[in-house]
Nanobody, 124 residues
Framework: QVQLVESGGGLVQAGGSLRLSCVAS????????MGWFRQAPGKEREFVTA????????RYAESVKGRFTIAADNAKNTVYLQMNSLKPEDTAVYYC?????????????????WGQGTQVTVSS
């Protein structure tokens, strides 16, 4: 069983930065894909970014490319999401996810494990 715990959310002004962390406990191998998704009120869950725990591949949604950076620390079983130049439209609950898939999937149903989510609010 894998458990994921996110932290680092909060309230920030537009243009500001936040760093989210996701610590995984349990059996996470370097073959796992770790992803970040977000869900705003009244909207569907949206893919943000994903990375192989081995660090061999990364994928970003177009809406965050150039502003967000994902990184994985295998030794700590931790994935980070550095979010810069935040916009009000980035406001959402951010979820960490893990999946034993072979591609950097943007589909939420490919991920087996989910964290409880952390709120990110960007004020204008």
């Amino acid at each position: 069983q894998v458990q994921l715990v996110e932290s680092g959310g909060g309230l920030v002004q537009a243009g500001g930065s936040l760093r989210l962390s996701c610590v995984a406990s349990g059996r996470i191998s370097s073959n796992y894909v770790m992803g970040w998704f977000r869900q705003a009120p009244g909207k569907e869950r949206e893919f943000v970014t994903a990375i192989f725990m081995s660090g061999t591949g990364i994928r970003y949604a177009e809406s965050v490319k150039g502003r967000f950076t994902i990184a994985a620390d295998n030794a700590k079983n931790t994935v980070y999401l550095q979010m810069n130049s935040l916009k009000p439209e980035d406001t959402a609950v951010y979820y960490c996810a893990a999946g034993s898939v072979t591609v950097l999937s943007s589909d939420w149903y490919d991920y087996n494990y989910w964290g409880q989510g952390t709120q990110v609010t960007v004020s204008s």
